[in-house]
């Protein structure tokens, strides 16, 4: 017979944005079972790049993108690309991921993200007042390289922009960037984004997260959630041989999280935008800051005794086994950024939960406050993770105007 469980604040995910939740739920004095059939933080908060980059307000959709699409799409060395047997799939995503490159919507969907990343930083720096964290943060910036004149002509547009929201950023000389990053190839010219952080591991920053949130009382029960029934009184969820009964819910199941939304009553595009990750193990970095050239489309960032290259898009399905064609690609680039590099330690592959206007679903389901949604932040979910937290935090406790979620109701599409 399946246990039972009863408990105030279910939590699906234990990633970074449900460990934020779930720690400050705790921390208010809330009972809270956060499940996850993984160990906490083993999914995209594992393997990304580790940025806490509040300069980050462009969406993946732009007119830019939009204009090279059909060529990124279908050139396997590109960025942004799809495995073409999953195209009949991702069809409808790419179709409304194509409107949204429009100038209207690309505008709308870059106030709305940079109206969320003012407040990123200043909520990680909270969490590291209820988690031990601050040592993990490193605060160098992080830089944007350009291989050519034309790509560094071109940035300065995007450097206005930026500077329009108050976005720190310092426009660098080859030579100013040979004094910061003196490993670094010769670039045409560089973009410093002084004002982000990264995190020496991000692996590790999330263990500390559900330790803290377990010290404040926080449940985790190791399970995968299939079946999301509503009641009277809150919510059933069937979690292999667990029942849980929750007053609420907060879905934070990352790029599984629409099966579970749909059965909360909101069909929300989401896919994977699946990227990839090569480690090296080394005593002796390179670069003491996350480094982007941008010619390549992905981060190189030094964690602790190790470089990380991440980043890049490939559109599959969920389940699709990683692309050793990408691993080389990036493994490749890497070595010409710094020859000498020794044998690759670690390869990994992970889903940034993607909606197609960038922007997160964050808010009541449309049924009703027993279901939240806590997913969706695609590029950048390690950077809103903790401002989510605050926000859902919020709306629990009637302190979030609901006029504040509006860019990211579920119900937008
Ligand atoms: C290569 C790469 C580089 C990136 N670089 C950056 C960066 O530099 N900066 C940045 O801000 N962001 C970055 N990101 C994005 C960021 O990592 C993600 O947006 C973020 O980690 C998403 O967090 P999450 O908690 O929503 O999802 P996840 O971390 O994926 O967590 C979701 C959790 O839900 C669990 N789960 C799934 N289904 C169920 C179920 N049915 N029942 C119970 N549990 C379930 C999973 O096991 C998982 O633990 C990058 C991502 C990638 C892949």
Wanted: hydrophobic share 40%.
């Amino acid at each position: 017979m399946a246990s039972q469980i009863r408990t105030e604040t279910a939590i699906i995910g234990a990633g970074i944005v449900g460990l934020s939740c779930a720690l400050r739920l705790a921390e208010a004095g809330h009972d809270v079972t956060m499940i996850d059939p993984a160990a906490p933080g083993s999914g995209a908060s594992y393997g990304n790049a580790s940025s806490i980059s509040p300069h980050a307000i462009g969406p993946v959709g732009s007119p830019a993108v939009l204009k090279n699409l059909p060529n990124l799409l279908f050139n396997r060395e590109s960025p942004l690309s799809i495995r073409l047997p999953y195209l009949p799939l991702l069809a409808p995503w790419l179709l409304r991921f194509t409107a949204q490159c429009l100038p209207q919507a690309y505008e709308r969907n870059l106030r709305a993200m940079a109206e969320l990343q003012t407040q990123s930083k200043a909520a990680w720096y909270d969490l590291a007042e209820r988690a031990p964290l601050r040592d993990l943060f490193i605060e160098r910036g992080v830089l944007y390289a350009y291989a050519n004149q034309a790509a560094f002509s071109a940035a300065q547009k995007d450097v206005a922009l930026r500077r329009s929201y108050g976005i720190e950023q310092n426009v660098l000389t080859p030579t100013e960037v040979k004094e910061l990053e003196p490993n670094l190839p010769a670039c045409a010219g560089a973009v410093h984004h002084a004002g982000s952080i990264h995190l020496s591991d991000p692996g590790l920053a999330t263990q500390r997260l559900a330790i803290a949130a377990t010290e404040r009382g926080a449940r985790l029960l190791t399970a995968r959630v299939d079946g999301l029934v509503r009641e009277k009184d809150g919510v059933r969820l069937h979690a292999q041989d667990t029942v849980i009964h929750a007053r609420r819910v907060i879905i934070a199941a990352g790029a599984h999280s629409a099966a579970l939304a749909r059965q909360a009553g909101d069909r929300i595009p989401l896919v994977a935008h699946r990227g990839y990750h090569v480690e090296f193990d080394m005593e002796e970095l390179p670069i003491s800051r996350p480094v982007h050239r941008t010619h390549l489309g992905y981060y190189m960032t030094p964690l602790e005794g190790r470089l990380r290259a991440a980043g890049t898009v490939e559109l599959a399905s969920n389940e699709a086994p990683p692309s050793q064609h990408r691993f080389d690609q990036i493994e490749r680039g890497t070595r010409e950024t710094f020859p000498g590099l020794p044998p690759v330690s670690r390869r990994w592959m992970g889903l940034r939960p993607a909606l197609p206007d960038s922007l997160p679903v964050i808010g009541p389901s449309s049924g009703g406050a027993d279901v939240i949604y806590a997913f969706g932040h695609g590029h950048v979910g390690m950077t809103l993770g903790p401002i989510t937290a605050q926000l859902i935090m919020g709306l629990i406790q009637g302190n979030t105007e609901p006029e504040v979620l509006r860019h990211f109701r579920p119900t937008r599409f």
